[in-house]
């Protein structure tokens, strides 16, 4: 039954991905092995999913927690909320946490398993694109400090993942551009075949075609499976995943958190990333070209904010987890589906490219 | 050099216990990966040991965070105060995260390590007793919650353990005192032979005789560096270090954090399952009489305070970790060094321990 199996030894999971999951205790019971269950959502999510959800917990000693809806609340302060509702309901070491919502609640949800009685057992139930084909698999979990994005957090895996198509049919116009952000990225990073599906298919995807969704959620997950199963803990090659996302998280700890839906940071992140590329020589212009045209397609940004000046822009840029040993590292591209780490880039060429990529 | 190791494979690390340890560089630089290292210290300890600590770091990029003293300050707010220092000061993925001070700045440390950009290497000095024979070895790092006892934390292992000896000179009589109550606790769950050796020698462990310390310094570290390499997540075995930890919680959340110290809270808590295990008849009443002398001679409480009634006892009881499945497991005594684990006793024996062992 799970359409694929991310594969980490005894930590290993499957990722079920189709309609109609969602009520369905076959997929989901096998996976809890206590009695007690919390069930974390929020106020958008919650009043749309949470009693189809619950019935397929019959059974289990089932509480919810119900945060607000937001990137601005993956704080430290919300994650003592769910460990408060845990802790008032008693819940001891054999409970399990479910995280039913986007990626806020994945990370929030994972990294309060991760630390709760020094970790406990959580399931992802991801109802956003984003969630469905990113956050939700591979483990990392988290919330943003001021100073900067996810960097607090922990690696924890689920014990599965239950990723509902039919939940994408409520999601906002600008949230599935966001997921489509993330699924392009899979495309340029590694897979340069479904680049070239996705330059065919991307108007069907904005219109919510199952076949196509279906499609694209399951391509997008084996990429992040394969790449997880190989570099769990992001030693080499998972870092590649974070392709667009050290401009990204500039825009979004410089704008303050929700002002741009992540997705959306990361794919003007991804824009810079490509034109920073092709400044270096490394991708032709005609490329550059199809990369910033498959976003503009998607209808995603592809230019940073007027707002935040270059200066800036590189301070936030220093503060990403990427700089090791005080050396900006870049994910950039040596052509559509290969991309590299590199910290052998001309500073100027950035310079240039964070003056050019700029809204009017 | 190293004392001893604690063999967990690759996350193995030595234990290194003597005089003079705290100003060289031979024993800490080795265990430093990057060239950033933040030292977190509190109020009172920061004053007497920082620069020493210093003078071992040289040639490294040193920041630190002085934290205030006290476990009432083990919470999440003081976790950002240090993730607010790391980001301000730009650390990155290979810095070096150092604890001096004693369990609470190990805990808080060890968790912040674990925590900071999914993970960075951490180095322990602890600088009381019971630092350096308990919290400081094995990898358990924490907050409170006000609703519990470390009940948010990871399981994180150190690079190493730095016990310098000449640090407990300035330790306080009470602080002294609680960490005996940790020496004791390895003679009772599983080294009758020390318990022998801790009836004879529990005055010059008090006058902070060199030679007394150093032995029962080791001698604990060995026993717990033991228990943690067969059961690092304490799937079994190692729940048997909780000795006396779930009465000694309930007193310490009953009173508030920092009313009693820990190892007073824990040596009423381990005479209190004396008395338990006692009434079950799994020990004789002169072998409960020895336990409580020793702890009497030790300076140490052995009744749990008035002012928590045994209702709200139970109560605070059944929040703790080690309630599995709804049923409350107490660590329990078949004899002096031979403690189990155990749901199966009579809960008026229980009530009837809460009853009896309490201050006038």
């Given at each position: 039954m799970p359409t694929l199996q991310l594969d980490l030894g005894s930590r290993s999971y499957p990722i079920c991905i189709g309609?109609?999951?969602?009520?369905?205790s076959d997929i989901i019971a096998?996976?809890?092995?206590?009695k007690q269950v919390m069930v974390v959502s929020n106020e958008t999510v919650a009043p749309l999913y949470l009693d189809k959800t619950l019935t397929a917990l019959i059974g289990f000693h089932c509480d919810s927690v119900i945060l607000p809806d937001?990137?601005?609340?993956?704080?430290l302060d919300t994650l003592n909320t769910i460990f408060t509702a845990l802790l008032k309901n008693r819940h001891d070491r054999s409970t399990t946490l479910i995280a039913l919502g986007g990626g806020v609640i994945g990370d929030l949800t994972g990294f309060a398993a991760a630390c709760y009685q020094r970790g406990v057992n959580f399931i992802q139930i991801p109802t956003t694109l984003l969630a469905q084909v990113?956050?939700?698999?591979?483990?990392?979990t988290g919330v943003n400090h001021p100073l900067g994005k996810n960097m607090i957090g922990a690696f924890y895996q689920p014990r599965c993942v239950i990723a509902d198509?039919?939940?994408?049919?409520?999601?906002?116009e600008r949230e599935l551009g966001a997921g489509i952000a993330e699924v392009i990225k899979y495309g340029l990073i590694r897979d340069a075949e479904f680049f070239v599906w996705l330059e065919k298919n991307i108007e069907a995807l904005r219109a919510r075609d199952p076949a196509s969704l279906a499609f694209a959620i399951e391509r997008s997950c084996r990429n992040k499976a394969d790449v997880v199963a190989r570099d769990e803990r992001e030693s080499?090659?998972?870092?590649?995943?974070?392709?667009?996302h050290t401009f990204g998280h500039a825009i979004e700890t410089g704008l303050g958190y929700?002002?741009?839906?992540h997705g959306e940071a990361i794919a003007a992140g991804m824009a810079l990333a490509a034109d920073l590329s092709c400044r270096l020589g490394w991708i032709s212009a005609p490329d550059q070209h199809r990369i910033e045209a498959l976003f503009v397609r998607a209808h995603l940004p592809v230019r940073a904010p007027a707002q935040i000046g270059s200066e800036q822009f590189l301070d936030l840029m220093a503060v990403?987890?990427?700089?090791?040993g005080g050396k900006l590292r870049l994910i950039l591209?040596?052509?559509?589906g290969q991309a590299v780490i590199s910290a052998d880039f001309d500073p100027q060429l950035l310079r240039a490219t964070l003056d050019a990529c700029r809204t009017a």
């Open positions: 309609p109609g999951l969602l009520g369905r096998p996976h809890i092995a206590g937001g990137e601005k609340y993956k704080t990113d956050s939700s698999v591979g483990g990392k198509t039919d939940t994408l049919n409520t999601l906002p080499g090659e998972r870092a590649l995943l974070n392709f667009g929700g002002a741009w839906l990403d987890k990427k700089v090791s591209l040596k052509g559509i």
